[in-house]
């Protein structure tokens, strides 16, 4: 059995499926591990949702922050001409409960001991161990698949609080937790979430900011980390962490690896 982890495909049905082509997928045999951003911006999120729903246990998901997003307008939006274009197709679907059902009971963390490796969407706070990461994914995720949903839906998007403190509770917790796993790229020195500068780390315009995944001491070393969500960062793999968001939907890559050779990426590139 081989396992494929693939970055953001963000609505790129035609790579996506043009990349499993390339890796010669068998579903039932094989897996895939997706770093999340599932839909939103590319043409068709709803084929996205449709053919991973299908695979069943042949794919482990996270979600990443426009997977939420899609979530808090379906669930909270009284009006839905105000989401974007490229979800409407799914909006106006026969089967939209359905895939938000399946979409809102994905992880936001998934760790594979055997394989020694964690799959998130943006990355993991540094003073985070692994078992303390899991323990935070877990609360929010129980918030996002219980009857409290909507209304922590609402209050989902901020900057605030920007620092993590084990004393943080309620909507502000849940709020740092949810941006930590599937916003993050900077720190200040500090250790405080930067969500302005999206740069490639040797293109930062601020060069008192450190990628989350080089603060000093982090605490979360002893398994290899898989993200997407930083388009800028390409392909990127060292020290234990591989970064596979090519930037497909703005004309880069959709890219993978096999998760045993981590440093060898396979990819398609975008068909427009």
């Given amino acids: 059995m081989a396992i494929y982890a693939i970055g953001d495909i963000q609505g790129c049905y035609i790579e996506f499926r ?15 591990w997706l770093t999340g951003d599932l839909v939103n911006r590319g043409p068709q999120s709803l084929e996205v949702l449709r053919y991973l729903q299908n695979l069943g246990s042949s794919i482990v998901a996270v979600l990443g922050n426009h997977d939420l997003h899609l979530i808090a307008q379906v669930m909270t939006n ?48 540094p003073h985070w161990n692994l078992l303390e990461s899991q323990q935070y994914a877990n609360e929010v995720e129980a918030v996002l698949r219980g009857h409290s949903a909507e209304r922590f839906l609402k209050v989902m998007y901020g900057d605030t609080p920007s620092r993590w403190g084990e004393h943080l509770s309620g909507y502000d917790r849940y709020r740092i ?13 500090d250790i405080e979430l930067n969500f302005i500068e999206k740069n490639h780390p040797e293109k930062n315009q601020n060069a008192s900011l450190i990628p989350w995944f080089e603060v000093g001491n982090r605490e979360n070393q002893e398994y290899r980390i898989i993200f997407g969500h930083w388009s ?13 968001d090519g930037g497909c939907v703005f004309g880069g890559q959709l890219i993978s690896i096999d998760i045993d050779r981590p440093s060898m990426p396979i990819a398609v590139d975008a068909s427009t």
Avoid at 18 to 32: H, I, R, V, W
Avoid at 232 to 244: A, D, R
């Fill in 18 to 32: 043009a990349l499993l082509e390339k890796l010669d997928f068998q579903p039932g045999s094989d897996q895939l």
């Fill in 232 to 244: 800028t960062l390409q392909f990127y793999s060292k020290n234990n962490i591989t970064c596979l």
């Fill in 177 to 189: 937790i949810l941006n930590c796993l599937t916003r993050i790229r900077y720190l200040t020195p």
């Fill in 78 to 125: 009284d009006n839905p001409k105000s989401i974007e274009s490229s979800l409407h197709p799914i909006l106006e679907s026969r089967d939209k409960i359905d895939l938000i059902e399946w979409l809102r009971h994905l992880p936001l963390l998934f760790v594979d001991d055997k394989h020694q490796t964690a799959l998130v969407h943006a990355g993991l706070h």
